[in-house]
């Protein structure tokens, strides 16, 4: 195990700036700092208040890392769904979990965070919806301090597990149902976040559709917002056969913009969230179980936490049409 006395050689610095720079101490320079990081980068090292807190019997709780932040209320379902999931398994395994916001941790650098979740005794860590951009959680993931798992982001090593459905191919089916159904020529497809990973993989399924079935697309952003969806169907959709959304909430907002455009298109969605019933209009969608989903992350969390390697996990889903009726109690 590669030793203080090393980094401290290594980054050209006395072993006391090594430990001020590991702790946080003010009145270090920037460029000290950044030596010290790249030593500790280079030659993997494990601070021992780490290393021994990760060998802890006592060190065994499960963070459930979540960003609840969205344009409107009614994306609430969708976590509350993944919060009971985990909840609910976490007492059937007799775990502890603790429920850490994005807004938490944001400015963090890793070790920063790495520091906060050790004082918080926590040993694996359930990431719903990591970006691509998000350097710093990626970094977390790779150096493996920490059992990880990622809801719906294909990362899989030795201390990392993925728990998804196959977003491509759900798209696929959803779309090929409503375009070949309504015998559609020219499609608006609106997709979710730029930097998603479920974005890229949905925007996949749809480039291998159009390949094979031969219709004309047009994709444009949507950032999972219903306003921007709304909005870009009034701009688009009178030109298109239909409308192909990354989510419900997006597709509630083509609807009811078609709606005041006094026109018809088929449109679909992507979730099944509940909301979806009371447009109004029956659309098709892909419903996935967000409990089910967060319940298995927080299983496959404990197994990794007992020893098992990293996995790919995939999740079912179904091509549904929702009814008001079947959502009614």
């Not at 009811?256 to 209009?281: H, Q, S």
Request: overall charge neutral; hydrophobic content about 40%; proline content about 2%.
């Amino acid at each position: 195990m590669v030793s203080i006395k090393e980094v401290a050689k290594h980054a050209g610095v006395a072993i006391s700036t090594v430990s001020k720079v590991l702790n946080g101490y003010p009145n270090i320079s920037e460029e000290t700092k950044e030596k010290v990081n790249q030593a500790i980068r280079e030659l993997n090292y494990i601070p021992n208040s780490i290393a021994s807190a990760l060998s802890s019997k006592q060190f065994g709780r499960i963070a459930l890392l979540l960003d609840p932040k969205r344009q409107t209320q009614a994306i609430d379902q969708i976590f509350m769904q993944y919060l009971l999931g985990a909840l609910d398994k976490a007492k059937q395994l007799n775990v502890e979990v603790v429920t850490v916001f994005m807004s938490m941790i944001a400015g963090m650098t890793t070790e920063e965070i790495t520091r906060y979740f050790l004082s918080q005794s926590i040993s694996a860590v359930v990431i719903y919806g990591l970006s691509k951009e998000d350097k710093v959680l990626q970094k977390l993931i790779a150096e493996q301090n920490f059992s990880c798992v990622v809801v719906d982001a294909p990362i899989v090593n030795a201390r990392t597990t993925s728990v998804a459905i196959d977003h491509e191919q759900a798209q696929y089916d959803v779309a090929k149902k409503t375009i070949l159904d309504d015998e559609c020529k020219s499609v608006l497809y609106i997709a979710g976040k730029k930097d998603g990973y479920v974005t890229e993989q949905r925007i996949r399924g749809m480039r291998r559709l159009e390949r094979e079935i031969g219709f004309s697309m047009l994709v444009r952003q949507g950032d999972f917002s219903e306003l921007a969806a709304r909005n870009m169907t009034l701009k688009y959709a009178k030109n298109k056969d239909c409308v192909v959304c990354a989510s419900d909430l997006m597709a509630i907002g083509a609807m009811n913009a078609l709606i005041d455009l006094d026109i018809f298109r088929p449109v679909c969605g992507f979730d099944g969230i509940t909301l979806m019933g009371y447009v109004g209009k029956q659309m098709n969608t892909v419903r996935q179980d967000f409990y089910d989903i967060s319940s298995r992350a927080l299983e496959e969390a404990k197994s990794l936490m007992d020893g098992q390697e990293g996995q790919q996990v995939w999740m079912p889903y179904n091509i549904v049409k929702m009814y008001y009726k079947d959502i009614i109690c």
